[in-house]
DNA sequence: GTCTATAAGAAGATAGAC
DNA sequence: GTCTATCTTCTTATAGAC
């Protein structure tokens, strides 16, 4: 990579560097808003103020508000896939996602964004509509995969396909679920809901016990 | 009951019939257009076309656009409540959710603004933020009685009440996320992923296989 | 890069005619 | 009961100064 500050021999003094920290911190306060407040009704007013420039600016960096989102919808994507390692496979990677719901736990807006947006994004004329819908279809044959290692490993029972599609896509739709019970309500025990709901699931593909957490939500 | 026309031993030509037609109608509307775009996006003006009236009329019968708001909520409660038989208990009541996703795939428009206005109202200061709140209250501790009371009547295998709370919670929340999922994408077999799971819930409860229906969502 | 100023429109709500 | 007309506020987006 050569450095943008030598390209052409002259030095540049860069506005280059504020250019992309001020980028990063709109796409992270354009998040906040659009979680809290959805996508159509999060202005980009309120983004400005959070960053304290004015509306003029975010237009300047993105195009227009749909851009804005587009960015951020990037920029989610790219922080989920760097977050989940990509060594794990079979049982293990749904083992693991009791540590993505106490990841979403420690950071609230990361599902409301999620949540917010999927269900404003059922309006057929939404602009973030085939980005859910792509998201979950991903997110779903990725588990697909998953679990389908695991039978053919010997770790499950014996599962049909389009069984295993239903277990998965419920199993998801719990999670969505819960997530939902506890933004609605953050006194619910997330995680031990949630841990108790997978070990069961667990449970059923194994026909292991030890999977299934104690009532606290420890293992 | 007296008739309102009767009242006073003079007949009067009733401006009441017209009025409470009209005020169903926005209702009505007024649910549509909250499902589809939430209640901060929609707007009174979207309403009043549908309805054939001006905005001016809808604030003239609700006062202000929450209002609206309350009106909506309070006949989506009035109807859920009108639709569940009293007489349903223990078991039964889980058995019968099947029917209640199959309605709600007839009536996209329930699971829609319910989903919505939950995800919305996620918000601190949305003003259904209470009423979803409370209503999901509702349908947990009615959940739980009745798990409850299977549980007491020999119909289900012991478990702690925590335990029970737990597995009421995660049953609703699959339940809203099965329903997520279809509005994101219709093509979904809603009632097949949803019955098969509510099935496993029940298999795990009672010990019987009977309970768990065959692939296709078909008992 | 960010600003001010402003365009062009849509929002909720109110006043008063009919 | 519903209308027209109007008020105030807020929206996204653009033009041009610095």
Redesign the pocket.
Known sequence: MVDAQEIGAKVVRG??Q??IR?RREIIESASRVFASYGFVS?????IAEEV??????L???FG???GLLSAVLENWDADAEARNPPDVHGLDYFVRLRDAVLYNQAHRGLIELFLTLSAESTHPEHPARQFVRNRYDRVVSTGVQHLREARDAGDAVWLADELIEAEVRSLFAMMDGVQLQWLIDPGLDLVGVFSRALGQYLHRWTGRADLVPGQDGQD
């Open positions: 506005p280059y504020n250019g001020r999060g202005s980009l007013r309120q304290g420039v004015t509306p003029a600016a237009t300047r960096h227009s508000k749909e």
